[in-house]
């Protein structure tokens, strides 16, 4: 993967929006981007500054939203009244982010998920399981315990979004070789994820 040629590596159109992965910042205007720290807040990208530490945005009007992954989920919110942009590592899916009032607040109509690490190459240890106590998503194969952190992200979304459209894009990081992956390897490199307005 050559990060010198700009242009995005997937794409999905989401009714009046796009979702796009590219492989180093994109040059777009207007485009908000956080420090992430692996928590559960999320905020407005109009509030935002270089120094906003958070794990998610949501806007009601047309900014460019933009976050990193190695693994984590991207998870994009549209309706018609706003578009949201969620980087949701275990952390944050055991710290309940996609389940954010401020989510609501937007009624989503489709909730998409971008390439992240699939179940068959998240192998985690058992002491890692009690951060999901009540999880069904863990697999056990000869010893070896496997977490399908997409079903458990979908669990979620399933039971506080009934009316939405929730979408999986079916793209495993570790094993496509666009895609940057921290188990893989690429442990400082980070595919660029955004949502805007088309």
């Known amino acids: 993967m050559d990060a010198n040629v700009m242009a995005p590596i997937f794409s999905q159109h989401l009714n009046q929006y796009i979702y796009e992965v590219w492989p180093a910042r994109p040059e777009l205007n207007n485009i908000k981007e956080l420090i992430q720290v692996h928590g559960n807040d999320i905020v407005e990208a109009t509030s935002i500054n270089a120094d906003t530490q958070a794990d998610g945005l949501i ?7 933009c976050i990193r992954t190695a693994d ?4 994009c919110f549209t309706s ?3 578009h949201a942009l969620i980087h949701a590592g275990w952390r944050g899916i055991a710290k309940e982010i996609l ?11 489709t909730i998409y998920i971008g390439p992240h690490i ?14 999901f106590p009540k999880s069904n998503n863990f697999k056990e194969i000869e010893g070896r315990i496997f977490f399908d952190i997409s079903q458990e992200a979908i ?8 009316q939405s459209e929730i979408i ?4 495993d990081t570790y094993s496509h070789t666009d895609f940057y ?8 490199k980070r595919n660029w994820n955004v949502l805007r307005k088309i």
Request: some cysteine.
């Open 59 to 65: 806007s009601y009007a047309d900014e460019v939203l």
């Open 72 to 75: 984590c989920l991207p998870v």
């Open 80 to 82: 018609n009244k706003g």
């Open 99 to 109: 389940l954010d009032d401020k989510l609501k607040q937007i009624s989503p109509e």
């Open 118 to 131: 699939r179940a068959l190459n998240y192998e985690v240890s058992a002491e890692f399981t009690k951060n």
């Open 155 to 162: 669990d979620q979304l399933s039971k506080n979004y009934p």
């Open 168 to 171: 999986d894009c079916g793209i």
């Open 181 to 188: 992956s921290y188990r893989n390897g690429d442990i400082e």
